[in-house]
């Protein structure tokens, strides 16, 4: 049975393929968004960050692989990356709430990891995050939900890909394992921007190497 995915931001690092030229045998997919280390060179040159605060669901692989990279990167940076575990759709959420946003104090920025659970449960980052805070998103489907930013593409633009490599499994006979894992380039991303966030407005646009897309 042919599989195909589109929403592992990092498929290398979760162990769902050796390599995105050459996925293993049955498997093939569409990434469609940068990663973590990338996403965060390209918000240095528009927001400085010295304290970053990362947000990720501890229970899913993808969130947490995502989590380590930037971790490792922000040290590297010099930045000092603090990291936030929270399971929007437990039933101790209030507690959660109410340990997670007094972390937030002091922190220049907050990325919003790959998460299922984010996305499903997404109304919830309004509480989360303050109004005044850059916040960052490994997804341009958090921006509707008070995310201030996000490279990549067109959220639809994920299925899309996906359609046409499952198009030319199916209909062409290519076996998926000879269809490289489809992925964005850094050149090529856009920087959405929320338009009714107030910390957008503190942003160094002029400094932004990608065409800014305000949504």
Known sequence: MPRVFNIVADPVGVGLVGSLDCPPSGMTGAKMSLSPDVNLELFRKIHPVQTMAILFDPREN????????????????????????????ADETDLQLSSLVPQLEGVDALYVTASSSFIAHSGILKEIIPDNLVSIGSSTAYIDEGVTLAFGTEYRERGEAAAELAAKILLDQVPPNKLPIDEIDAADAILFVNANSKSASTLRLENATNTVVYK
């Open 62 to 89: 993808n969130a947490v692989s995502e989590a380590d990279h930037l971790t490792i990167t922000a040290e590297k940076l010099g930045i000092t990356p603090k990291r936030l575990r929270f399971a929007p759709d």
